[in-house]
């Protein structure tokens, strides 16, 4: 088989049929299949997840924070204005997490902004909410 | 002027103090600054006041104004917001007045609506207008004084704005009646408290008694320990029986269950009077924000920061500024012209050797003090305060979190080791602003070690530039090497949990000359205060060790340590005993000694390390007692004062050993 093949053949029966891995089609077919998958994603627009996973440029909604989280560093972030129904969006992750909401910046630690419960939404219902 | 026909009206009600209160770097030490004429230290940074300022209002001696530390909310997070919960607590007070972000009103009204809760006559300075109009954030501030039932005013006080208007508010200030309903529990355990306080006749609390019962209930230190001293031991148990029922009903806690019920009557009102049009994060400014912590640029400028810190404090302050005063004007006309002048006035010999002999109090004091510590010290204030008023510091402390990170603190720490270098003793002062007490006494302790004031840098810095730059890196290597090997020792043995970074940024601004100049002008006056008194002290001990003849049994019985385990001549004995007073003082003895050729490159850098690595000075000792115990101070320097000898002998060795410098 030459090396633009993209065939498997059964030795035993001669069998052929198209290697997954190597078929530029069927990678096409799964480009298009991701695609579609991320523009339904997109149309729901939501996912809940934790700050520390909003990617740098995205705005989230907080929803809650962590069981595990002290209540006096909780209220702390209350007053801050890091609270449930409102919208944060992420600066940078590295090498702390900075986050603008209002008109105010907070730098925090990774391990606070895993604490704390959003739920992630498209970057066109963003732009929508701005 | 209305204001001054005003400010009366309130005195018939209340006697006492009116507050300043309000969130960290919102420009409550400006405000204060504008309505007393009085000098306060203002920097671009969550917690430049630490300590209370007090001053009497312009043209209103009778009434005074306390500047307090910013708080973000009760039940207070830190030491320094808990000296404003004890302003609150234990001061007379006639009025509050609130100094408020214009530009974020939702966290301004979260403590607005704390502090109206108190009952006591409560005005809302909006300051920074500027910056909210620039933001595109219009704010209807009539719906808001009607919602909130207080005087709001809209001020910019870094440019005087609204101050007159301000003025008369606090005139005609009276208690706010405003009352927030919380979950019927709550209402039915606050009323059960304030009933209790009533029957117990405590007429006289500070504030009302139904914010007093909010703040015991959300577990407020402050008001714990207020209550402890106000009311029996019996009534406390049973208040705290109360809180602990009470909490029963709640899966969270009682804290968050308040807090939230507060910040749902807010977000009613900011959807009613805010108004923004979006024109938020773009500019200039915006875009160096992100580079300054950025995970590489942000190191780049840094670098560059320092090594514009280097220039203009190492080479312009150290370098030309020392030898202009030092060698030009105190070695050349000041010092032979007070020298010729003594000895044809005095004819006493004693006296004329305390004065301008080789341990005089001008020549040696004075001359230390004024042409070589002062030029240094001038010029990192200088520099400091330029970058604490651009915003810098705190991004500072995000980008070097990783690092503090791994010696059990956080990047805030780096607040009060930068200021280490200006003045440790100011610095230790500063540690407040840390959360917990582990993180101060290991700052403190760091700072006590490892962290050369400016004075001692620069001279550190001119001796070490004359041998050679290596000389340099194996000091600035060893020190850096202790402060790690140290922190992260201290951080394993100090029992407790590391507390994770939350600061804010503040925009980025720039520096406003006249301010940079005034706290200069404070820092420097405030140096001199401290340095002179013990620089004269210094010189008359040496001077009175040597005509007794002590200085010299000193040095003979320092040999041991200083020739045998240190490598050093007998002589620096006398340079390292006032370096007990100062180790800046101690270095410039060694410095005196190594232009006289006394000093190997080898023994410069032992020398410097062991110096380095000295108590600060008295003054920072006695700071640590006051912030901490006594038994800490004695503990630090009876830890400090073996160990720096401990690695200046290894040091020796090591160096003997490759043979570097010998």
Redesign the interface.
């Known amino acids: 088989m030459h090396s633009g093949c993209n065939l498997v053949c059964c030795p035993a029966c001669g069998y052929q049929t198209v290697d997954p891995q190597r078929s530029k089609l069927v990678r096409l077919a799964r480009y298009f299949r991701a695609l579609k998958t991320s523009a339904k994603y997109a149309s729901s627009g939501r996912d809940e997840t934790t700050l520390a996973e909003v990617s740098p440029g995205s705005k989230a909604e907080v929803i809650g924070f962590s069981e595990e989280f002290p209540p006096d560093q909780r209220a702390y972030l209350q007053a801050y204005g890091l609270v449930p129904n409102h919208w944060v969006q992420v600066v940078q992750h590295s090498p702390v997490t900075i986050v603008r909401l209002d008109n105010l910046e907070l730098a925090l630690e990774i391990d606070i902004a895993r604490g704390i419960q959003v739920q992630k939404i498209s970057k066109i219902e963003a732009e929508t909410e701005k | 002027m209305q204001g001054q026909t005003a400010l009366p009206v309130i005195d018939q009600n209340r006697v006492g103090s009116i507050a300043l209160v309000g969130h960290p770097n919102v420009g409550k030490s400006v405000l204060f600054q504008k309505l007393t004429g009085q000098r306060v230290i203002i920097a671009n940074y969550p917690g430049t006041t630490i300590e209370l300022a007090r001053g009497s209002l312009r043209n209103f001696p009778e009434i005074t104004l306390v500047d307090t530390p910013g708080v973000?909310?009760f039940?207070p997070?830190s030491e320094d917001e808990q000296v404003t919960g004890r302003v609150l607590l234990y001061e007379p007070l006639r009025a509050i007045l609130q100094v408020g972000?214009a530009?974020?009103?939702?966290?301004t009204l979260?403590?607005t609506v704390q502090l109206a809760e108190m009952g006591v006559p409560l005005v809302l300075a909006l300051n920074m207008m500027d910056?909210?109009r620039t933001?595109g954030?219009s704010l209807n501030l009539t719906l808001l004084a009607e919602y909130l039932a207080i005087p709001v005013i809209p001020t910019t006080a870094i440019r005087s704005q609204g101050l007159q208007e301000l003025k008369e508010a606090l005139g005609g200030g009276h208690p706010p009646h405003f009352r927030l309903t919380y979950p019927v529990e709550i209402e039915t355990a606050v009323a059960n408290v304030c009933t209790c306080f009533a029957a117990m006749r405590l007429q006289e609390t500070p504030i009302s008694h139904r914010s007093l019962a909010l703040l015991w209930l959300s577990g407020d230190p402050v008001t714990e320990r207020w209550l402890q001293d106000h009311i029996s031991e019996q009534a406390l148990q049973e208040f705290g029986a109360l809180r602990q029922s009470l909490q029963t009903s709640f899966v969270?806690?009682l804290?968050?269950i308040i807090?939230?019920a507060r910040?749902a009557y807010i977000e009613g009102i900011v959807s009613a009077v805010v108004h923004e049009t979006?024109a938020?994060?773009h500019g200039v400014s915006t875009t160096l924000?992100?580079l300054t912590?950025?995970?590489i640029w942000?190191w780049a400028i840094l670098a560059g920061v320092l090594y514009a810190l280097y220039w203009f404090v190492g080479v312009f302050g150290a370098g030309i500024l020392v030898g202009l005063l030092d060698e030009n004007l105190f070695g050349q006309v000041i010092n032979p012209w007070i020298v010729g002048w003594v000895n044809r006035m005095i004819p006493v010999p004693f006296l004329v050797d305390l004065l301008v002999g080789e341990y005089g109090l001008w020549t040696m004091g004075m001359t230390y003090a004024l042409a070589l510590i002062l030029p240094i010290v001038l010029t990192f204030f200088l520099s400091f305060g330029v970058l604490e008023d651009s915003g810098y510091l705190?991004?500072l402390?995000?980008?070097s979190?990783?690092l503090f990170r791994r010696i059990g603190l956080?990047?805030k720490a780096v607040l009060p080791m930068v200021l280490g270098l200006g003045c440790v003793t100011m610095a230790t002062l500063t540690t407040r602003l840390l959360e917990s007490k582990r993180e101060r006494l290991l700052v403190i302790l760091l700072l006590a070690l490892a962290v050369p004031c400016s004075a001692q840098l620069g001279v550190v810095m001119g001796i070490l530039a004359g041998v050679s730059f290596t000389a340099v890196l194996i000091w600035s290597g060893v020190l850096g090497l202790v402060l790690l090997v140290v922190g992260w020792l201290a951080a394993h043995l100090i029992p407790g949990e590391r507390t994770?970074?939350?600061?804010?940024?503040p925009p980025l601004r720039w520096p406003v000359l006249s301010n940079v100049t005034v706290k200069t002008v404070a820092r420097i006056e405030w140096y001199i205060k401290e340095v002179i008194p013990l620089f004269l002290i210094g010189a008359v001990l040496m001077f009175l060790l040597d005509r007794t003849g002590i200085l010299n049994w000193i040095i003979q019985a320092g040999k041991p340590l200083m020739v045998g385990w240190l490598g050093l001549p007998p002589e620096a004995s006398a340079a390292f005993l006032v370096g007990f007073l100062r180790r800046d003082f101690g270095a410039t003895g060694l410095f005196v000694m190594q232009s006289q050729g006394l000093l190997t490159p080898m023994q410069v850098v032992v020398a410097m390390v062991t110096v380095s690595l000295f108590i600060p000075c008295i003054a920072s000792v006695m700071m640590i007692a006051k912030e901490r115990s006594w038994g800490t101070a004695l503990a630090m320097v009876l830890i400090i004062i073996p160990f720096a000898f401990l690695v200046g002998g290894l040091l020796s060795r090591l160096l003997t050993l490759i043979g570097w410098g010998v």
């Open positions: 973000i909310a039940p997070h972000d530009k974020n009103l939702r966290r979260a403590l910056e909210a933001r954030v969270e806690p804290s968050i807090q939230s910040l979006g938020g994060w924000s992100r912590t950025h995970p942000g705190p991004r402390a995000a980008l979190n990783r956080n990047g994770q970074l939350l600061v804010e940024l």
